[in-house]
């Protein structure tokens, strides 16, 4: 840990830098020379002053890309921010950069780049200063835990100096959230304790405590019209005599997305604040975070989004200017997905039909693309574990009456790594930060209790025995169960190296000291907001294990977040993603952090995380192009991954939903198949008697590729398979009778390349054609069966390996496709996904998959359900510059065997 005098060394250094090189970071030699001639004046040791060295270069390489937008252009919003800037006095802006850069240590080239941004964003926005009414809607999407609360934060900042009179940020459903934001923003816009400043008048002092950046200047103040203890209240803002009139400075709410609350705030608004038309004549910027989060008809029925979406139009149609602005990290948003036609889309008054903007996270945010992405840079932060383990403890389909006797192995793993982390990092010097760790495997309140209990007796029977036992020898520790076990997490991940301790120094000189603080914490509805209170830790830092569901998986920021164990069975895309409270950044421990999660759990990920790639790409080139957010709209409900967040909406209320999907440049595959024996057993025959027919429908042609590949097949053919192959309902991206209708009405169809792609088994298998045996190698899959569905793990939710849709190309060909995608796509060097090789003038391509069932790590397959041999199946279509559709049709009585309906519910007690 840094003295305090060293503390005020670093401060300095950064302060210094920032000030001398504001547009790019100094060089080495330039940078030791400033922290050295600054070092003379404060007195500290070596280690110290090397310690301060690394966290500010830390800082200074870190580096953040401006993001790209589509805008409507055939609106009559007019640029407006650039011509004024000369005249705007930026306070609010000003301050907080500072507070970033001499607080938080930001390096002024990551600042500059959030200016640039905010003032994009905000010259989206309608003119403040404009005499005629305006209404404004745009997205701003980001990523998980990466930093979207920093860049609202900034546009609060801009829009207070613009001229925005009254601010609104929707902070979640949850009041711990709610109250996260608030304490953010008192600190980084306000600049006042709002807990301190609005209350009840008589019941205690009201106090004026400036904080964050009202440290650094108060000559102004934001009005606060909500605080940490209270959400909007009428009774605290007539106490305190608040309306709108009365204030010269913004006014800020930030409130839950509850309906009773909303409705109770457009009421005061109105009987305070309107005039004699009902409008009051501010401008209103209303921030929407966790947009997807507020839109339409899935939520249980006293929390219904329907009556929420419909609350924040009625509080926007208050204001004759107003600007609404969703914040979202999910893609694949409800605002986008539930419309049921294009027009009832663009109706929708929150849709973003003004603006989109895509934030680019800096280079220090360790994200899905870092984890599960093609480059995986952190996969190795990732344990993998045992499905099977974990459903003895929390089945698949749990109720909240399960009893809780014990829990799973890893679980206790995973504890115990975090209990020794903590350790390593008291040795690196970052004892005052704050240590978390997540455990989410059931989204039941009673369930998370029962888990804490268990966590609870298990933690203290650990500081026991490292207290009482940690100092005798090591033959005598091994003899001690959970010393034992701490020993063992200890060597199987080389935390010697990680923290330059013996296993002797750090039990019997560090552990004690670094685990006696860890506490658990349930973080829930019935817990309340308090659960997690950082801010009372701020001295020596909060060490605590989570339990939690739903509270943990929407916004909610877990500091200093170690290690997690995650289990959920959730394949909603939105929730998933939600869930992924790991994302973020790492500073000093980007190499300790781990998450165990099972290989399901992980294949969705990467599935996951290349489908919002695909979205996300699609803005970039949409920007060349000149489209629009509404041609982004119709992209993302089009999507075949949508077709899960349609089903999820349309559970409770129909029976059946066709939508339009999107086929066009898609490689769709059969990664989900039921293992009933009958329908395998057809889907063998089917393919078999297909393989039979190639050569005599068409010839046989040679190819780069290892596999074998026939051309000029005909579409009947092609049909008549995927007519008879049958797949899992709940792999909803793959229909077979929906593909092969669209085949068979699209004439741009009539011939196919059929392609048998090759793998790594060293046994001949052998199919039968009509000129003689073909020889091929079977693809090596790891397979996993479970309540009837055979999964095809490891590939993302995929069947093939990525690229085989180069197959038939030539390398000129193929080439080609590489730098075209790269042009349309910078900085995407080395990803190339399977849909920029289906290139417009290739035939359309069938991939025939022979696969070798296998259990992990290539061992031999051991479960009665599934045959050695598995055949699976994919469709390319090309891309030809035109969007083509196939109708598909989702069965929700059939989809809803499969999906655990309630787990998008808060976590309480619902059956």
């Given at each position: ?32 020379a400033e922290a050295m001639g600054l070092r003379e004046a404060f007195p500290i040791a ?363 192995p890893s679980l206790y793993e995973a504890m115990g790594y975090f209990l020794l982390i ?490």
């Open positions: 840990m840094l003295s305090q005098v060293a503390q005020m060394l670093e401060r300095f250094i950064s302060v210094a830098i920032n000030t001398k090189y504001p547009d790019a970071p100094p060089s080495e030699d330039e940078f030791i070596d280690k110290e002053f090397d310690q301060i060295m690394k966290n500010l270069k830390a800082a200074l390489v870190i580096q953040m890309d401006v993001g790209v937008y589509i805008s409507n252009k055939n609106s009559d919003h007019q640029s407006w921010l650039p011509g004024r800037r000369a005249e705007i006095d930026f306070y609010y802006w000003n301050r907080f950069k500072r507070y970033l850069e001499d607080v938080k240590g930001w390096n002024t080239g990551v600042t500059a780049t959030l200016e640039t941004v905010s003032n994009e964003i905000v010259d989206q926005f309608g003119d403040p200063q404009s005499k005629k009414p305006w209404q404004r809607r745009g997205l701003v999407l980001g990523d998980v835990q990466s930093g979207k609360t920093v860049n609202y934060t900034a546009i609060c900042n801009k829009a207070a100096d613009t001229g925005y009179k009254v601010i609104i940020v929707l902070a979640g459903m949850m009041e711990n959230l709610r109250m996260q934001t608030q304490k953010r923003l008192d600190k980084e816009f306000a600049g006042r304790l709002s807990k301190d400043l609005l209350r009840l008048k008589g019941k205690q002092e009201v106090k004026n405590v400036f904080d964050g950046v009202g440290k650094i200047d108060s000559s102004k103040r934001i009005s606060a019209f909500t605080s940490v203890l209270y959400d909007f209240n009428t009774s605290i803002l007539n106490s305190n005599d608040l309306t709108l009139r009365n204030i010269s400075e913004p006014a800020l709410f930030v409130v839950k997305k509850n309906k009773s609350v909303l409705k109770n705030l457009e009421s005061w608004l109105f009987t305070n604040n309107a005039d004699s038309s009902g409008k009051i004549d501010l401008p209103l910027l209303l921030i929407d975070d966790e947009a997807d989060n507020a839109s339409v008809n899935t939520k249980k029925e006293e929390e219904d989004p329907t009556a929420i979406n419909a609350a924040i139009r009625s509080i926007l149609n208050r204001f004759y200017q107003a600007t609404y602005v969703g914040v979202t990290a999910t893609p694949f948003a409800n605002i986008f997905i539930n419309p049921e036609n294009d027009d009832d889309m663009v109706g929708d008054d929150l849709f973003p039909k003004d603006f989109i903007y895509l934030l680019a996270p800096p280079t220090n945010y360790i994200g899905a693309n870092a984890m599960f992405g093609d480059d995986g840079t952190y996969e190795k932060n990732i344990e993998e574990t045992d499905t099977d383990e974990i459903e003895m403890f929390f089945p698949f389909k749990h109720k909240k009456d399960l009893v809780v006797d014990e829990l799973p903590n350790a390593i990092r008291d040795v690196r010097g970052d004892i005052k930060d704050h240590r978390s760790m997540l455990v989410n495997v059931s989204r039941f309140t009673d369930v998370q209790v029962r888990i804490r209990e268990k966590i609870i007796v298990w933690l203290e029977q650990v500081k026991s025995d490292v207290h009482n036992y940690g100092a005798l020898d090591e033959v005598q520790t091994m003899k001690i169960k959970s010393l034992r076990m701490l020993n063992q997490i200890w060597e199987k991940y080389h935390l010697k190296e990680k923290s330059r301790v013996s296993w002797g120094d750090m039990i019997s000189m560090y552990l004690h000291k670094a685990i006696s603080p860890v506490e658990i914490r349930a973080v829930n509805q019935k817990t309340g907001s308090a659960s997690l209170n950082y801010d009372a830790y701020e001295d020596n830092g909060l060490r605590v294990i989570t339990v939690g569901g739903n509270s943990l998986s929407r916004g909610l920021t877990l500091e200093g977040l170690c290690t997690s164990y995650f289990y959920r069975n959730s394949q909603m895309y939105d929730t998933l993603l939600q869930m992924a409270r790991w994302f973020g950044y790492r500073p000093n421990y980007s190499d300790l952090f781990k998450v165990w999660m099972s290989s399901d759990a992980i294949d969705w990920y990467g599935h996951i995380t290349a489908a919002a790639n695909e979205l996300k790409d699609e803005i970039s080139r949409m920007n060349n192009y000149n489209l629009t957010p509404k041609d982004f709209g119709l992209r993302v409900r089009k999507h075949p991954e949508s077709l899960i967040v349609t089903a999820r909406n349309k559970m409770r209320t129909a029976t059946e939903v066709s939508r339009p999907i999107s086929v066009t440049g898609k490689l769709l595959e059969t990664p989900r198949l039921k293992s009933k024996p009958d329908v395998l057993a057809a889907n063998e025959r089917a393919f078999k008697l297909f393989v039979a027919s190639l050569d005599t429908a068409g010839s046989r042609r040679g190819v780069e590729q290892s596999g074998l590949m026939w051309s000029g097949i005909h579409k009947d053919l092609i049909v008549e398979l995927l007519y008879s192959f049958e797949t899992h309902p709940w792999h909803m991206s793959f229909q077979g009778k929906a593909l092969a209708e669209y085949i068979e009405k699209n004439s741009g169809l009539a011939e196919w390349d059929v392609f048998i792609p090759f793998g790594s088994d060293s046994d001949d298998f052998v199919l039968e054609g009509a000129n003689g045996s073909i020889k091929i190698k079977r693809e090596k899959r790891y397979v996993e069966e479970a309540n009837g569905m055979i999964k095809v793990m490891g590939t993302k939710v995929r069947v093939g390996s990525g690229g085989c849709t180069k197959a038939g190309l030539t390398k000129g060909e193929i080439k080609e496709a590489e730098e075209r995608f790269r042009k349309l796509n910078p900085g995407k060097v080395n990803n190339i996904p399977d849909s920029a090789y289906l290139i417009g003038d290739r035939k359309p391509i069938l991939m025939l998959h022979v696969l070798k069932s296998t259990g992990k790590k290539d061992a031999p397959i051991n479960n009665i359900k599934i045959p050695e041999t598995l055949y699976a199946i994919g469709v390319g279509f090309p891309g030809n510059g035109y969007i083509k559709t196939a109708n598909y049709v989702v069965n929700m009585v059939d989809i809803s065997n499969w999906m655990d309906v309630d787990d998008e519910e808060d976590d309480n007690d619902v059956d």
